[in-house]
């Protein structure tokens, strides 16, 4: 009976294909640890993400191209890990991040924040490292989200003399946000060069660390806030979220394309219809489509973009947010497993986006 090699093992892992990527997983280098020892196989597959929803997927076919083409006997052990890839252009700021999103739309009251909230703590979920920046600095949301309305960030001083904050953390997630810093009952009232300004010290002046997502949830419209933004770190990629209505849809459109300007040049991730359709707790089979139907799919069809998923209007998602208890942290409730496969959606995104379009840098606009 012919031994195992290595050299078996790889050849059958050449003919498995990374679905989102079209290449096979040894060109890919996502095999590493190869071990022989009689009938045993055993191997570590390295994903492009934690959230990865083709596991189970990639796990099977592994087995299988071992079974056809090396031994129909063997034990086949394999280890999922992962490594998220990054694509960022000039590391001198945040060189510990891996990738920048910002999460927009182009119009208020869409259940952005809440969007947000719920994704960060999804992708924490499944080992990632995330950080949020709550860039609505004169509506910020986050502190109540996270439950954290009281806390205040500490502030130290570096070996080189830099003053640097240290991020309130809550459910895995690391924050930074303007209502930290100001009582909730007061009105933020800034010019735009001083929103752009504490925008700027979120990001340079607070220590995030390592990090595989930073997630930006910024204000509604186009503004100062966005072009600063874009201005001071690369930005691997934009997510919009909007709702199905038309007078939303309009305004998301005009955040999309305002992401896609030449001189910006900020790949779309995807689309999230937030407030799909409205279901009743005592009628949990029931849709009602109160503002429209199909909405977020005509755009995204419209602009050639991938819609990541529906989010319904659920009374529950809105306590939780309320509360400070986003509903991702519901195990086992529809809710939470929709916001775990929109997380694993854009994680899935960001890796293609990485893997087949240009580096991100960081933009340079002339007055």
């Known amino acids: 009976m012919a031994t195992i090699t290595k050299e078996d093992v790889l050849k059958a892992l050449s003919y498995v294909e990374e679905p989102d990527l079209g290449q096979d997983l040894v060109t890919l280098n996502m095999i590493e640890d190869v071990a022989i020892e009689g009938k045993t196989v055993s191997f570590t597959v390295v994903l492009t993400t934690p959230a990865c929803p083709l596991k189970e997927l990639i796990h099977n076919a592994c087995v299988r191209a071992i079974h056809t083409m090396v031994d129909k006997e063997a034990d086949v052990k394999i280890s999922m890990t992962s490594r998220v890839t990054s694509m960022r252009q000039n590391r001198?700021?945040?060189?510990?991040?891996?990738?920048?999103?910002?999460?927009?739309?182009?119009?208020?009251?869409?259940?952005k924040s809440t969007v947000t909230a719920n994704l960060a703590i999804a992708l924490a979920k499944t080992g990632a490292k995330v950080g949020l920046v709550d860039a609505d600095i004169s509506g910020p949301s986050m502190p109540l989200m996270f439950g954290v309305e009281d806390a205040r960030p500490h502030v130290y001083q570096t070996p080189e003399g830099k003053n640097l904050i240290q991020p309130i953390e809550k459910f895995g997630v690391k924050l930074m946000s303007i209502g930290f810093l100001a009582p909730?009952?007061?009105?933020?009232?800034?010019?735009?060069?001083?929103?752009?300004?504490?925008?700027?010290?979120?990001?340079?002046?607070?220590?995030?660390?390592?990090?595989?997502?930073?997630?930006l949830d910024m204000p509604p419209g186009t503004s100062d806030i966005h072009l600063t933004m874009v201005q001071t770190v690369p930005v691997t990629g934009a997510l919009i979220v909007t709702t199905p209505q038309k007078v939303a849809l309009a305004d998301a459109e005009k955040g999309m394309q305002m992401f896609r300007l030449p001189q910006i040049n900020?790949?779309?991730?995807?689309?999230?219809?937030?407030?799909?359709?409205?279901?009743?707790?005592?009628?949990?089979?029931?849709?009602?489509?109160?503002?429209?139907?199909?909405?977020?799919?005509?755009?995204?069809?419209?602009?050639?973009?991938?819609?990541?998923?529906?989010?319904?209007?659920?009374?529950?998602?809105?306590?939780?947010?309320?509360?400070?208890?986003?509903?991702?942290?519901?195990?086992?409730?529809?809710?939470?497993?929709?916001?775990?496969?929109?997380?694993?959606?854009?994680?899935?995104?960001?890796?293609?986006?990485?893997?087949?379009?240009?580096?991100?840098?960081?933009?340079?606009?002339?007055?």
């Open 92 to 111: 001198d700021l945040l060189p510990g991040v891996k990738n920048i999103i910002a999460i927009a739309s182009g119009k208020g009251g869409v259940g």
């Open 184 to 215: 909730a009952e007061s009105a933020i009232v800034w010019r735009g060069p001083m929103a752009s300004s504490a925008l700027k010290q979120f990001i340079t002046e607070v220590d995030w660390g390592e990090l595989d997502y930073l997630l």
């Open 266 to 367: 900020v790949p779309i991730l995807g689309i999230v219809e937030n407030m799909a359709w409205f279901t009743p707790a005592e009628l949990p089979e029931n849709k009602y489509f109160i503002f429209g139907e199909g909405g977020g799919q005509r755009l995204a069809d419209k602009h050639q973009v991938p819609l990541l998923g529906h989010i319904p209007l659920v009374q529950s998602i809105r306590e939780n947010g309320d509360q400070g208890t986003p509903a991702i942290l519901e195990p086992g409730t529809p809710s939470a497993e929709l916001f775990a496969q929109l997380a694993e959606e854009l994680a899935r995104q960001v890796s293609i986006r990485n893997a087949i379009a240009p580096r991100t840098q960081i933009v340079e606009m002339k007055a």
